[in-house]
């Protein structure tokens, strides 16, 4: 992975510094209920971004899939890629992992759709990178051309999400993650300072799994050498739940950047932590 100080494009004089955000998909959507979008978090978490971008911060925003993609991907194993000695129970809507492949991305582009009115509604302007149009392979070496966020005009908000892509093989195609995607974007994207993880129902990570935690269980500086307890709904997920964020957002870190998860249903910690104010949840660090 190319390091941020080396990437060879040239900075705009006075180039605006940038935070990316990740809205992660249980946040934003009814992850037990087939396609069920968070309207409300969703112009919560908007008006965060509208408020950044007052304080002259550009945003580029990550953004899951919940129940937009995991309940019909896990069905389907399409992070496994193609099987095709599997014998699969048809959906209402598909008959084969190719059609799967096709009904999650459109509903990706479904849940995108809402999360990019919620942004126009604040007068922003989402310029959309939907990953299957441009990324081949999955995890963060992922194959893809990050030139097209390079450049961000004042009021744009570059946006794209965790998808199904083609991965060169047999396999296919499988499932990049959102949390893979942050990684290239935080290191490799010029005067990017921050990025930042919002998270569903808990303040960061914790020392006790959540439903047995106080508020003294928060971990406030975290590296890989210590243990924590999150819920990963491992019947509908098929990325790697909060562990994954914690691995790829230490990746991030070791970098240089700063790197925070925050409850996302607090959206003023939500906008500290894109302003880098000192705000409640967890720092991620590397254990170099």
């Not at 509903?107 to 759709?113: I, K, V």
């Not at 914690?246 to 910690?269: D, F, P, Y």
Request: net charge negative.
């Amino acid at each position: 992975m190319k390091g941020h100080p080396l990437e060879p494009f040239p900075l705009r004089r006075h180039m605006r510094e940038r935070v990316v955000i990740k809205w992660g998909g249980g946040l934003i959507t009814n992850k037990s209920s087939l396609c069920t979008p968070d309207l409300e978090i969703i112009e919560q978490l908007a008006q965060t971004i509208s408020d950044c971008q007052e304080h002259e911060i550009d945003v580029i925003l990550v953004h899951g899939a919940g129940s937009f993609g995991h309940l019909r991907a896990k069905h389907w194993r399409l992070n496994e890629g193609y099987l095709p000695h599997i014998q699969f129970e048809k959906d209402e809507k598909c008959g084969t992992q190719q059609e799967a492949v096709n009904a999650v991305r459109q509903e990706m582009l479904d849940l995108n759709a809402h999360v990019c009115h919620a942004l126009e509604q604040k007068n922003l302007t989402p310029v959309v990178h939907p990953p299957h149009l441009w990324v081949q392979n999955t995890g963060p070496e992922f194959l893809g051309n990050l030139n097209r966020f390079h450049q961000q005009s004042q009021g744009q908000i570059h946006v794209t999400f965790g998808d199904v892509v083609e991965v060169e093989g047999e396999q296919q195609f499988g499932i990049l993650s959102g949390d893979d995607l942050v990684v290239r974007l935080a290191v490799e994207l010029p005067a990017v300072k921050r990025l930042v993880f919002a998270i569903k129902g808990v303040d960061g990570l914790l020392r006790v799994p959540p439903e047995q935690a106080t508020k003294d269980d928060l971990i406030k500086n975290w590296s890989p050498e210590i243990e924590f307890k999150g819920t990963h709904q491992s019947k509908i997920d098929v990325t790697g739940g909060i562990g994954l964020k914690a691995a790829r957002g230490s990746l991030v870190a070791s970098q240089g950047i700063e790197v925070i998860m925050v409850n996302g249903g607090k959206a003023e910690r939500v906008l500290n932590a894109m302003l880098g104010n000192p705000v409640r949840g967890t720092i991620v660090t590397d254990n170099r």
